[in-house]
C-alpha cells in the first residue's frame, strides 16, 4: 500500500488562499499531507498551521512525521464537527486567516483494500473514516431495511436503479451475509441493468453508503458554518469537492453568506441590513488537462473559493 497522496490543484488552492507569511490556518482534511505542506512552505515564524484528520492512519503518515518537526505545525485527530472549538482553545476566534477543505476520500485510504473504500480491490466491507469508533458498512447492510436502503442510495448517491439494488442486497443477505467489498460490487453489477459508458456500476452505491456511514454531508455543513465563525475579515475559505452533492452544498453555502440575512421578498430593509459574511471568489474551478492525466481523481475535483467580509 503506498502513503502517497497527489494534492488535488496545488497552485489553484495555495492561489485561492492567498497565504499570508505571518497568518493562522487550519488544514481541515490533512490526508498525507500535501496541501499542509505547501501552506507550512509559505509560513514564517510567526505564522501557525493547525492540521487535523478523523482518520488515525494520517497522524501516522510519513509527512505527518515531517511536518511535525515544524513548531509552527501541528496536527489533531478529530472531524469538521470539532473546528469552533479547536480554534476557541487556542484563542483564534475570528483571528483565522484561511481555512481549507480537501473533501472526500484519500489515494492511501481507496488503495488499502481492508479500508473497504473500493469496489476494486476485495476487502473486508468497511468504510469507515474513523475505524476506531461506529459501526461498519457491512454491520449497516446486514440490518438496513430494504426501504431504508432505497433512500440512502438515492439521497447520496444519486442511483437511478436504487430499488433494484436495495431488492437484490435484502434477497441476498438472506441466504448469506455480505461481508466483503468485492461481493457486494458482483451484487451491484448483476442487479443494475444498463451501465453509464466509463463508470462501474457500483460506484453510485458505494458513494452513497460511504457519505451516508461516515455522515460526511452533515460534517461539511456543520464546518461550513463553523469556518466562517472563526475567520478574520479578509480570510479565504477554500473547499475542494469531488462529487455533486458535495459541491452544492458548498456553491448555496456561499451564495447565502454572499446575499447576508433572508428577509421577506416585499419588506423594505436598507443594503446594509442584509450584513453578508462572505464574498465570492469567481467561479468554480477546476483541474487542467495536465494535472488529470497525471492524477485522474482530479477529474471531478471542484474548488470554490470565499473572502470573510464584516468587521
Avoid at 512552505?41 to 518537526?69: C, I, M, P, V, Y
Avoid at 452533492?245 to 421578498?265: A, M, Q, S
Wanted: with cysteine; hydrophobic share 40%.
Amino acid at each position: 500500500m503506498s502513503d502517497e497522496h497527489l494534492p488535488v490543484m496545488p497552485d489553484e488552492t495555495i492561489q485561492a488562499l492567498a497565504i499570508d507569511p505571518g497568518g493562522i490556518y487550519i488544514d481541515c482534511t490533512f490526508g498525507r499531507g500535501g496541501h499542509s505542506r505547501l501552506i507550512l512552505e509559505r509560513l514564517e515564524r510567526e505564522g501557525r498551521l493547525l492540521a487535523f484528520d478523523r482518520d488515525a492512519q494520517a497522524a501516522n503518515s510519513k509527512t505527518a512525521h515531517e511536518l511535525r518537526r515544524d513548531p509552527k505545525f501541528r496536527l489533531e485527530k478529530c472531524n469538521l464537527m470539532n473546528l469552533e472549538t479547536l480554534a476557541a482553545s487556542r484563542g483564534w476566534l475570528g483571528q483565522v486567516t484561511g481555512v481549507l477543505m480537501d473533501l472526500g476520500v484519500s489515494s492511501p485510504q481507496l488503495d488499502d483494500a481492508n479500508r473497504g473504500f473500493s469496489f476494486m480491490r476485495d476487502g473486508p466491507l468497511d468504510m469507515r473514516m474513523d475505524t476506531t469508533t461506529g459501526g461498519t458498512a457491512a454491520e449497516w447492510i446486514d440490518t438496513v431495511s430494504e426501504r431504508e436502503l432505497v433512500r440512502v442510495l438515492k439521497t447520496f448517491g444519486e442511483e437511478r436503479y436504487a430499488r433494484r439494488i436495495a431488492r437484490a442486497v435484502v434477497k441476498s443477505r438472506g441466504v448469506q451475509p455480505i461481508r466483503t467489498t468485492l461481493e457486494l460490487a458482483r451484487l451491484i453489477e448483476q442487479a443494475v441493468p444498463r451501465r453509464d459508458p466509463g463508470k462501474h456500476p457500483a460506484t453510485r452505491s458505494f458513494q452513497a453508503i460511504r457519505v451516508h456511514l461516515n455522515k460526511e454531508l452533515e460534517e461539511l455543513k456543520t464546518g461550513l458554518e463553523q469556518a466562517v465563525k472563526i475567520m478574520k475579515p479578509a480570510g479565504r475559505l477554500v473547499v475542494i469537492s469531488f462529487h455533486s452533492l458535495e459541491d452544492r452544498i458548498v456553491k448555496r453555502f456561499i451564495r447565502r453568506e454572499c446575499r447576508g440575512e433572508n428577509f421577506p421578498p416585499r419588506l423594505p430593509v436598507m443594503a446594509s441590513a442584509f450584513s453578508p459574511r462572505l464574498r465570492s471568489l469567481g467561479r468554480a474551478v477546476r483541474a487542467g488537462d495536465r494535472e488529470v492525466t497525471a492524477n485522474s481523481r482530479a477529474r471531478s475535483a471542484v474548488l470554490r473559493a470565499a473572502e470573510r467580509v464584516g468587521r
